[in-house]
């Protein structure tokens, strides 16, 4: 009964390939998210999701295209991969904007 | 848009004695305030959280502070055992936009047995 969950776990891949990763809750939260974490462990906000839509979208490049096929799922698709890239991303949801987000395992993408 | 700073980035104490992490922001209407704590290769969970109207929150061996006068909040874990050995991020929202979580860069926790 894994809470979120994301798919694939690990992701290699080489430069310029477009891949996508999927995340799903059965929390029944209305908002969804997706974070960047980089080598040194900073957890960046990329995306998040409210009800669907679109509510923050931080200065992410056009190549990052999140889409909510409905409230439990959240997908991320990166087009024109670049070295750049290589990082954990966490996908997380939460009942509200001020409430604990619950995280999922985290892909780890890896650009060669 | 809000700033977290935190300090210190890394953290090395002895088993039994306690740990302080300190953490600043910037957005005076920001108003939940989480911690959460990752081990190694393992997603981010929350450990505590404290709210605005709130100065102080403890549960069992971890407590956190908030001063909102001078925007800092802080974690206290007091008899540390090797097991919280972890990158601990403390987080705030943003005032204006609720929907964002602005984290610290992390403490790497580390307890010496």
């Known amino acids: 009964d894994t809470a979120v969950s994301q798919t694939p776990k690990y992701l290699v891949t080489q430069m310029g390939n477009d891949k996508s990763i999927k995340c799903e809750q059965n929390?029944?939260?209305?908002?969804m998210y997706w974070y960047k974490q980089d080598s040194k462990k900073f957890l960046k906000i990329m995306f998040s999701?409210?009800?669907?839509?679109?509510?923050i979208n931080e200065t992410v490049p056009n190549r990052f295209s999140p889409k909510s096929p409905d409230k439990a799922h959240l997908n991320l698709h990166i087009n024109s991969l670049e070295l750049g890239d290589s990082a954990v991303y966490f996908c997380?949801?939460?009942?509200?904007?001020?409430?604990?987000?619950?995280f999922g395992p985290g892909t780890r993408l890896t650009v060669t | 848009g809000e700033n977290v700073e935190q300090h210190p980035s890394t953290l090395s104490v002895q088993e039994g004695d306690s740990a302080v992490i300190k953490c600043t922001y910037s957005?005076?209407?920001?108003?939940?305030f989480p911690w959460y704590k990752q081990e190694l290769g393992k997603r981010p969970q929350l450990i505590i959280d404290?709210?605005?109207?709130?100065g102080e929150k403890k549960d069992q061996r971890i407590a956190v502070t908030l001063n909102k006068t001078a925007k800092h909040f802080s974690l206290h874990i007091t008899e540390t055992q090797p097991e919280d050995s972890a990158v601990y991020f403390c987080?705030?929202?943003?005032?204006?936009?609720?929907?964002?979580?602005?984290f610290g860069k992390g403490t790497l926790l580390t307890v010496n047995p």
């Open positions: 997380a949801s939460s009942q509200g904007p001020s409430f604990e987000q619950y």
């Open positions: 929390l029944g939260h209305d908002t």
């Open positions: 999701y409210n009800n669907k839509e679109l509510i």
């Open positions: 957005d005076s209407a920001s108003n939940y």
């Open positions: 404290i709210r605005s109207n709130v």
């Open positions: 987080a705030a929202n943003s005032g204006g936009s609720n929907y964002k979580l602005t």
